[in-house]
């Protein structure tokens, strides 16, 4: 099974990596080539509680995060949330020819800032490993002024101003992040093509099959593991090239295969809502009514 560790604060982080006392309680950027880990990092379960972004060159181990292994690649950058696991699987505390840097953030940071409700739409920070974002050299500098600009903030005398500037640069760091992702999706487009082809031959065989009935609407998650991405990758990449998220998909399927039972099939509404996946009939009215203006029965006359 492993050890498993839980960092709750980024002084207990820094005392685990043996690195400097923190020059702040709630931010810290980590220099990777100075960290000696007070414990082995074999087959060590990782939860922490606070925001991490990681920039990792020249190092050759293999970690588990999300469902995949993932080699960390020469400038790629991964993101953690508060309460996600990390497994890491190999000893990497030799590993002297690493270099790079992790920046991490408690959510106390941003508690009182505007920036705790916009968070969540960096959906990157629950992306697995395997989707991790490839920075160009441009944006790899970029990215990195930034961070450093960040430690020079937080490793100030604090006053009244720190604070508010700390957050805007971190909100800054994210945003580049965020169309630097975009700019990714764009240039993997073709592969992305493939997905949105495979996605839909998916869904095709879901609602053809007797699954529908038996098991319910695919649920988001459920698609996105048959897929073999994270369910934020695989809606983002959705909207991306086709305008329609994970759940919108889903819905158009659905709404599709109602319409031919509907006018192909005497079936009573009741029995077509059950055979869609749905438990209660009003459930399926509801959303076809919203998703064609009218009610099924309505629709087959």
């Known amino acids: 099974m492993g050890n498993s560790i839980r960092i709750e604060s980024i002084s207990q982080l820094h005392e685990l990596i043996g690195y400097e006392k923190p020059k702040h309680p709630l931010i810290t950027l980590i220099d990777l080539t ?37 080699d960390f690649q020469e400038g790629s950058l991964t993101f953690m949330a508060p309460e996600q696991e990390l497994h890491v699987d190999e000893d990497n505390s030799e590993a002297k020819n690493s270099s790079g840097w992790i920046l991490c953030f408690h959510p106390d940071l941003i508690y009182k800032n505007s920036l705790i409700k916009k968070v969540n739409q960096y959906t990157f920070f629950s992306y697995d490993s395997n989707e991790a974002l490839h920075l160009s050299d441009q944006e790899k500098i970029k990215i990195t002024d930034i961070v450093n600009e960040i430690k020079n903030e937080f490793s100030q005398n604090i006053d009244v101003f720190s604070q508010d500037l700390i957050i805007s640069y971190v909100e ?39 699954k529908p009935e038996s098991d319910g609407l695919p649920s988001v998650k459920y698609c996105a593991l048959e897929m073999g991405y994270s369910p934020n990758y695989l809606s983002d990449l959705l909207k991306k090239e086709t305008g329609k998220n994970t759940q919108e998909h889903i819905h158009f399927y659905m709404i ?12 009573p509404v009741n029995l077509i809502a059950a055979e869609l996946g749905f438990e209660y009939p009003q459930h399926f009215s509801k959303l076809f009514k919203n998703k064609t203006g009218m009610s099924p029965i309505k629709y087959r006359n």
């Open 256 to 267: 599709e295969k109602a319409k031919n039972m509907l006018l192909d099939t005497e079936k």
């Open 34 to 70: 100075k960290i000696a880990p007070a414990i082995s990092t074999l087959d060590l379960h990782i939860i922490t509680n606070f925001y991490t972004i990681s920039l990792k060159e020249g190092i050759s181990c293999r970690n588990k995060y999300g469902r995949q292994y993932y």
């Open 172 to 210: 800054l760091l994210l945003n580049h992040c965020k169309r630097f992702y975009g700019r990714q999706f764009i240039t993997r487009a073709k592969v992305n093509k493939e997905v949105v082809v495979r996605f839909e031959d998916f869904l095709k065989y879901y609602f053809d099959s007797a």
